[in-house]
């Protein structure tokens, strides 16, 4: 996973939103950010719910 190796280029006081195309990939990064330190949640379902549930996409 690239994650792992460039978690220096992301603020430890900055919440993170994880967000993938259907939400696996984005749990899996939230887990591991979670793991690191990071202040993290998921989008559950990604986007694909997200634009299921009629909310908007700029």
Do not use: F
């Not at 792992?4 to 994880?18: F, H, K, V, W, Y």
């Not at 993938?20 to 990071?38: K, M, N, P």
């Amino acid at each position: 996973m690239k994650l792992a190796s460039r978690l220096d280029e992301l603020d430890t006081a900055t919440p993170i939103i994880a967000v993938c195309q259907g939400g696996r990939r984005s749990h899996e990064a939230a887990e591991a950010l979670s793991a690191a330190g990071y202040e993290v949640s998921n989008l559950d379902g990604g986007m694909n719910a997200w634009m299921r549930d009629g909310k908007p996409v700029a």
